[in-house]
């Protein structure tokens, strides 16, 4: 039995990896970037104790089909996002490290490093462009930002870059290279910008645990500043025909489900309009699984919709109209407050259907003060740092106000379920 059933395990996961390659050979020139941190076998191994488990004297799984029904096996992940990652001027000075002469930004995202890293997909907005030095550092309206910030994502546990924002052509062509170029240093996925076409064609996959995810990313535009009519691949921009199409090729691509990150907007509106309405529903429906909102600067509501699969099968859809700013250093009328989701995902491998459930937002909090004559930014979860109390340097009354936004925010990101 246990030759036998050993013997299975390696069939299927060969099926399991020759169907992925099938999927990658199918696909047009441009093939899908399969990202999966060689994890497959384990979760196959632990999530699925029962798949294989025979009943005693059953010799093989088609004899007796019919009268054992088998338990459908499933595999789960963990999805995460947050909002917009800005850099203002006054946060370079207390992130210089004048021993190393760098910029060391990993402690704004400390406290909520374990929530980024409890991710199997870690996803943000980066809305500067990583230039460099030479290109200067710049806050608003044009910004530009040192490469290490992409180096103080991938600490944290990010995983995954949205790149497409209204700030994405800030430095141009130059800024959006060096940008792709610093995040790939690091071994960050990103889609958004591109510099070429063939990688703007390139489809994002990548896999957890079994599943694969796919990833698009755009934006309403870039402030402005002309995308160059020789290269329309720098950023997406939001174009309904092209995103549908996007959507069928990453499914035709193998994508179990999808997840579409988009900038989109009125800033500092607490509630969507109905134009961001109107776009999420409408990709839901084209098949998208998450919509991943951001440009407000402020959190909005997030929202489940009914949907099918193409066989009518009911599936759920997860809106986060806007999640705000994740770090900044906007201050007042929420803009120092974001929202981190985290939804856990569930394949059924005998239908291939994914299901996704406990959709938990985790509002945050950048807690701005001054330290050795600059200041200093630290990313807080609310509710956490609520209960624990025992932040340095925040008072009673800082608690109270904290804890009166919390409930505003939780209401507002309540307000659009049911
Ligand atoms: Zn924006």
């Known amino acids: 039995m246990r030759a036998i059933r050993a ?3 390696l069939l299927m996961l060969a099926l399991v990896v020759s169907g992925c390659s099938g999927l990658v050979s199918q696909e047009r020139p441009s093939s899908p970037i399969v990202q999966d941190n060689g994890d497959t076998t384990g979760p196959d191994n632990e999530a699925s104790p029962d798949a294989d488990k025979d009943t005693p004297g059953s010799d093989s799984d088609s004899s007796h089909a019919s009268e054992s029904p088998t338990q459908p096996r499933t595999t789960e992940a963990v999805w995460v996002a947050a909002g917009d990652v800005m850099l203002h001027m006054p946060q370079y000075p207390g992130a210089y490290d004048k021993a190393s002469k760098r910029y060391v930004f990993d402690p704004f995202f400390e406290q909520v490093a374990p929530i980024l890293s409890s991710g199997d997909w870690s996803i943000v907005n980066l809305e500067v462009p990583l230039g460099g030095k030479e290109l200067e550092y710049t806050g608003y309206p044009m910004f530009n930002a ?4 992409a180096e103080a994502l991938k600490n944290s546990g990010v995983t995954i870059v949205g790149t497409a924002n209204n700030h994405s052509l800030d430095r141009k062509e130059t800024g959006v290279v060096r940008t792709l170029e ?6 960050l996925v990103f889609k958004g910008t591109a510099r070429s076409q063939a990688e703007a064609d390139q489809a994002v996959i990548v896999e957890k645990n079994e599943i694969k995810m ?8 870039t402030n402005g500043v002309r995308i160059p009519a020789d290269k329309p691949y720098l950023v997406s921009l939001i174009d309904e025909d092209q995103m549908v199409e996007d959507i069928k090729q990453l499914k035709s691509a193998g994508a179990d489900f999808i997840t579409v990150a988009l900038h989109f907007g009125i800033e500092y509106q607490f509630t969507p309009s109905e134009e961001q309405q109107r776009l999420a529903h409408k990709l839901i429906e084209a098949g998208a699984d998450i919509i991943a909102g951001s440009h407000p600067h402020v959190v909005q509501p997030y929202e489940l919709v009914d949907a099918v699969y193409e066989d009518g099968t009911p599936r759920q859809g997860v809106i986060l109209y806007s999640m705000g700013n994740f770090i900044s250093n906007q201050r007042g009328d929420f803009k120092d407050f974001g929202v981190i989701f985290r939804i856990h995902v569930t394949k059924h491998h005998d239908s291939g259907h994914i299901e996704l459930s406990q959709v938990e937002p985790i509002p945050t909090w950048v807690h701005k003060y001054k330290e050795n004559g600059s200041y200093q930014y630290r990313i807080l979860p609310l509710e956490q740092t609520l209960s624990e109390r025992s932040q340095p340097g925040l008072s009673s009354q800082d608690y109270k106000q904290l804890e009166s936004s919390w409930k505003v925010l939780d209401t507002r990101l309540g307000s659009m379920l049911n």
Do not use: H, I, N, S
């Open 7 to 9: 013997v299975v395990a």
């Open 146 to 149: 040192p490469p290490e910030m």
């Open 182 to 187: 610093a995040l790939e240093a690091q071994g």
């Open 214 to 221: 796919g990833f698009l990313a755009y934006t309403y535009g």
